[in-house]
């Protein structure tokens, strides 16, 4: 079984209760004597057997093999990952079967994460989350006092528009966003665009 390892919780010594996002299910397991095996953290991509046990309902993470990707090497790249992995955790946390969508769509970020700025991966699959769930607005009304968008807009949490004015917020280009919300890119946002929004990503999904 795969799995993108979503949270990690110290238990007692060096084991570790372990939430792992696999192709259909969120899996929580415990894993014994973490120091005397290979080194697992957040947002790695792992390969492992669950094995039940009599003595606890929950399952031992067992076999693990750890399959990375070359730009793990690169700590930047690297540290903005994690960021973006923690953020499952809690807007998954309370489902059981999560179905393919969330799985493919960190796995398809995972092989993106080198080929652009990795902050526009990142956007680009929370847009497609939001769509996803239903949640990724029409841009041409703001959220906060639901009066029309007709000069410029800036973006709260879930990539909600608002006046600059209601959000007290700096404003990204309606070009932009009108692209973000309709073809799912970042293609005309600026980099300095990009870090604005990025710093809304990680309010939460």
């Known amino acids: 079984m795969q799995g993108y390892i979503l949270h990690m919780n110290r238990a007692r010594d060096e084991d570790v209760v372990v939430t792992i996002l696999t192709e259909q299910s969120l899996e929580t397991l415990y894993r014994f004597y973490g120091a005397r095996h290979g080194m697992i953290n957040l947002g790695f991509k792992i390969d492992f057997e669950s094995e039940m046990s009599l003595k606890s309902n929950m399952g031992r993470l067992r076999d693990v093999i750890h399959l990375g990707f070359p730009w793990m090497i690169d700590y930047?790249?690297?540290?903005?990952?994690?960021?973006?992995?923690?953020?499952?955790?809690?807007?998954?946390?309370?489902?059981?079967?999560?179905?393919?969508?969330?799985?493919?769509?960190?796995?398809?970020?995972?092989?993106?994460?080198?080929?652009?700025?990795?902050?526009?991966?990142?956007?680009?699959?929370?847009?497609?989350?939001?769509?996803?769930?239903?949640?990724?607005?029409?841009?041409?009304?703001?959220?906060?006092?639901?009066?029309?968008?007709?000069?410029?807009?800036?973006?709260?949490?879930?990539?909600?528009?608002?006046?600059?004015?209601?959000?007290?917020r700096l404003s990204v280009n309606k070009e932009g966003i009108h692209e973000l919300y309709t073809g799912l890119s970042t293609l005309f946002l600026s980099d300095t665009e990009v870090d604005r929004l990025w710093y809304v990503l990680l309010e939460g999904l």
């Open 76 to 168: 930047d790249r690297l540290r903005l990952w994690q960021q973006f992995i923690a953020l499952f955790y809690p807007h998954l946390s309370q489902s059981e079967n999560t179905g393919s969508f969330y799985f493919d769509l960190i796995d398809h970020a995972a092989h993106q994460w080198d080929r652009q700025n990795p902050k526009r991966t990142a956007l680009e699959s929370y847009a497609r989350l939001l769509k996803y769930e239903g949640r990724l607005q029409d841009e041409t009304r703001c959220f906060l006092c639901d009066r029309p968008i007709t000069d410029e807009v800036s973006l709260i949490r879930a990539l909600l528009p608002t006046h600059p004015g209601c959000s007290h």
